[in-house]
């Protein structure tokens, strides 16, 4: 394999966490802003606002060693992972008619709906190539089927899910895990098995890594659909209700429906912001919500203590954990 | 490397030209058909309509050996060429608005453009899931830069070329080249090297088979371009001027523009269709992109016959130049 990562010259060395994070913030921008000619303006728009990158802070803390440190292919794959990311959100906000997204114009308000199509693919490529430059070592035993392409598949299926179910109010609770499952937990579970390959951990461990990333990506979405309906949150550039007005149904909701039979009348005949934030809240829809939370971050919180990994590794993971939940710092 | 590819159970074996070009089919139509059920409808809607697979077709061509025979995961990766052409059709389909595509209706006109985007961004990932499964052969020396998703950057590239020139009637020869070079030639380029690369041509002939792949992918999109403005011929679903109404700017038309001084005026002031192919033709539009169309078929039948190849092999790649030329069948 040759390496395409880090310019201007491939470095293969072990790095601390702050260091691969830095390098992983460098190699992301430098993919963004080494970009042909014509797609450049586009790129350098998204570079413009960063993310807060828990995927590749969460793949490089999974890659930490017994020394403490990480190796630099490792920066190279958490760059590729968020690079998927934002091809993702591209294509949802031309899907969702989003206008801004991170704190900028979405790229399709800017640039036209065509080209942010193209766009996403182009990020979608740049990700896949920069993966395909490093390779897990040669003595780690990888499932065939957990490439980021599968990955990246089921994150296509659970946003289809998503749209097919768009202004769905009898949408099931266990549709709702089967959607958040494709769009968010994949993405998380690929990162922290990506950083897993990269580590010195014991091969049996890898089953239990995808498990705590997938339990932290489901406790993550969950959070933000909580956000929604909370008044006194905003999560990131993103208005309150916005799931609801655009006709996604998440978990209070769902609740709230099932609790409250009036409910969905008074929805049809045009309830109000202020009102349904208090009847999903008044009908134990957030509690529920913040409840199945808690299950996941204990649930969690147990893996994460039972794993052979340096405690180091350890405080990253569950900082990580808590960030999910909206509890903590994330490292 | 596991083989994701030929259910139900991976076969290792050497086929000719036909049996390579069957099991294609068979591949393309499984991996079609047998998609997880949220997707399938769309799927199996593509599936419906087989394309003339003539990029497979090129590339099981290419792989071809001395034997006269066909490795079967030159079948794999032919399928995968088809299935990555298709994702590029599905959102070109949404960018141009287009209504049907190889006889039946357009995914986004069926399913709606979200659920087409995701479709498109779905097959892609198939696409490399199955190329994957595929490693050329231990001995062969391989470019690292002339990836699956290495070539998919170029196509999109090209794409967003002639995006942006949407319209643009100043379009120059060398720009449409540039357009063209990456929306049809780079697939063209990347079948022929990729089925070079399971064959037992030489190393050295690797460049070459590079260039008369998309020399002919340049001449099937001149030929395609050229029947735009030929009232007698129809490429298969796609209606006479279809480039001209959706603001592609093509050869003819460019130099048509530079000869006729008056013609601009003319189409801002509203010229009728037959009008205009007479213009086109009168001003020798078509007949200089003929000239083109000579001129790479010429230089490209000399470098098939330079080939190291066997006569059969040689004799089907005439074939496929005289196909995309519009002058003969392929094998």
Redesign the interface.
Same mark, same amino acid.
């Given at each position: 394999? $040759?390496d /395409?990562c880090a310019a201007p010259a491939p470095r293969k060395e072990r790095l601390s966490f702050d260091a691969a994070a830095g390098r992983t913030a460098e190699e992301l921008n430098a993919r963004l802003k080494g970009t042909?000619a %014509? %797609?450049r303006r586009l790129t350098v728009h998204l570079s413009k606002a960063a993310g807060k990158n828990i995927r590749a802070r969460s793949l490089l803390a999974c890659a930490m060693g017994r020394d403490g440190l990480i190796h630099s292919d490792a920066a190279c794959l958490a760059a590729a992972v968020e690079l998927l990311h934002l091809a993702t959100l591209v &294509?949802d906000d031309?899907?969702d008619g989003a206008a801004r997204r991170r704190g900028i114009a979405a790229l399709h308000k800017k640039f036209?709906?065509?080209?942010a199509?193209?766009?996403?693919?182009?990020l979608?490529?740049?990700s =896949?190539?920069l993966a395909?430059a490093v390779e897990p070592p040669a003595d780690r035993r990888v499932s /065939? *089927?957990r $490439?980021l392409? &599968?990955y990246?598949?089921d994150i296509? =299926?659970g946003? =289809?899910?998503q *749209?097919?179910n768009n202004g769905n109010f009898a949408l099931t609770e266990r549709q709702y895990f089967s959607i958040i499952g494709g769009k968010t937990a994949a993405m998380f579970e690929a990162s922290f098995y990506a950083g897993f390959l990269l580590s010195d951990e014991p091969d049996e461990a890898g089953e239990r890594f995808k498990e705590i990333g997938r339990n932290i990506g489901l406790i993550f979405q969950l959070a933000d659909d909580c956000a929604d309906y909370e008044a006194s949150h905003r999560t990131a550039g993103k208005p309150v209700l916005s799931d609801f007005k655009t006709g996604v149904v998440t978990l209070p909701l769902i609740y709230a429906l099932k609790k409250d039979a009036g409910l969905l009348a008074r929805i049809k005949a045009g309830l109000g912001p202020a009102a349904l934030k208090k009847a999903v809240s008044s009908a134990g829809g957030l509690q529920y919500a913040r409840d199945r939370i808690a299950e996941y971050f204990e649930k969690t919180r147990d893996f994460i203590a039972a794993l052979p990994s340096p405690p180091e590794k350890k405080d990253m993971l569950s900082a990580l954990l808590g960030k999910a939940a909206g509890r903590g710092a994330a490292p």
């Open positions: 394999m $040759t /395409a042909p %014509i %797609i &294509h031309v899907i036209g709906e065509k080209a199509i193209l766009c996403g693919d182009y979608f490529c740049l =896949l190539e395909s /065939a *089927d $490439t392409s &599968h990246m598949s296509l =299926l946003e =289809l899910r *749209d097919q």
